[in-house]
């Protein structure tokens, strides 16, 4: 399959815009989208935020407006870009309305920095991305990795909602958690993965195991445990990595820590080494774009007990048909499965695989 053939480049549409090009949002996604109109020749026209965030200030030289201010300066055929992430119901809906009034593209910018999703990415990953295409177990997973493909070279929110699902419909199908499970939970963030699983074994289970490296999460995650939980439960205030090691962390708070080139120092673990041979039947990794060493830390585990996984799989560019083939090579009878949940852009998008 020539993926190329999908879409057309968002970037190379945009260079092309001839009418005003106004973002919508303003921080961390945002500044990355203006670096890259900068490296394009791409000229912003103007900045706006939702009415309730627009309070006279501005951003990267732009004051922020509202979009009324910003439709009565330039009229309505204006191109927004929608420069922020969000599973917000409501804000999705704003989104989805924006969307039907006008011309509205969101970027993809990797989570962590990185290549690009653009056409010279696809013809440089072209092979690797048929390979994981053709590993997909069923129908929905296909669907999700060519609107993946599509969403990320056209930015066009269509196709991020064609093929999304809810996680009610991963978990009983294909994850169907037990009271049995021994539960490995890498970047626990504050126990809510925990807490979701637990909702489908009434409470039950045989053993939790988390790695959570921001030390402000680790109180909040140590905390709620201490109040509801009881059994064999082991937390651990680490990242997970290929080894144990050290590494400078950056201690953000919220789901945003990840390794970095400055930061706080920080513990970080290997779940081999974490359980030492105990079972794991159960696996999550949502660590910031260090799936590919958390996998690799986890091998021993993954290949004795072919614990059924659910794998973050959009922090980086590649993410989507990388993970697949990392897993596979580590252990082939795995079934696996691409799901994309309700965010914009395509954030929580997800890999899952399960043994038959």
Not at 73 to 93: H, M, N, T, Y
Not at 147 to 163: E, M, P
Request: net charge negative.
């Amino acid at each position: 399959m020539d993926f190329l053939t999908l879409e057309r480049s968002v970037w190379t549409r945009l260079r092309e815009e001839t009418r005003p090009v106004v973002l919508y949002g303003m921080g961390d996604g945002a500044d990355k989208i203006l670096d890259r109109f900068a490296q394009l020749g791409i000229t912003a026209a103007g900045v706006f935020a939702s009415d309730e965030f627009v309070r006279g200030h501005s951003f990267r030289g732009f004051r922020v407006h509202k979009l009324s201010e910003i439709t009565g300066r330039f009229g309505e055929d204006i191109v927004i870009v929608i420069a922020f992430a969000s599973q917000r119901p409501e804000v999705l809906e704003k989104m989805y309305g924006l969307d039907a009034r006008f011309d509205v593209v969101a970027p993809d910018v990797p989570v962590v920095p990185g290549p690009v999703f653009d056409e010279a990415f696809v013809r440089a990953h072209q092979e690797e991305m048929e390979q994981a295409y053709a590993l997909m177990a069923d129908e929905q997973s296909r669907r999700v990795f060519l609107d993946t493909v599509r969403f990320k070279l056209s930015g066009k929110l269509q196709y991020l909602r064609a093929s999304e699902t809810g996680k009610d419909e991963i978990f009983r199908t294909v994850l169907q958690p037990t009271g049995a499970e021994h539960f490995a939970d890498l970047g626990a963030y504050n126990g809510d993965t925990i807490r979701e699983l637990l909702s489908y074994t009434g409470g039950a289970f045989a053993s939790i195991t988390a790695l959570e490296p921001d030390r402000r999460n680790f109180r909040k995650l140590s905390a709620w445990a201490e109040s509801s939980l009881s059994g064999a439960v082991e937390l651990v205030q680490a990242g997970a990595w290929s080894e144990d090691t050290v590494l400078r962390f950056s201690d953000k708070a919220g789901r945003q820590s990840k390794v970095a080139e400055t930061g706080r120092e920080t513990q970080m673990r290997a779940l081999d080494s974490v359980l030492g041979g105990r079972p794991c039947t159960c696996l999550k990794m949502d660590v910031e774009g260090a799936e590919r060493e958390a996998i690799r830390g986890a091998a021993q585990t993954i290949r004795q007990y072919h614990p059924k996984l659910n794998i973050a799989a959009y922090h980086r560019s590649a993410d989507f048909f990388e993970l697949p083939l990392l897993i596979h090579a580590l252990c082939p009878d795995y079934r696996l499965y691409l799901r994309h949940h309700p965010y914009v852009p395509a954030w929580d998008t997800n890999l899952y695989a399960a043994c038959p």
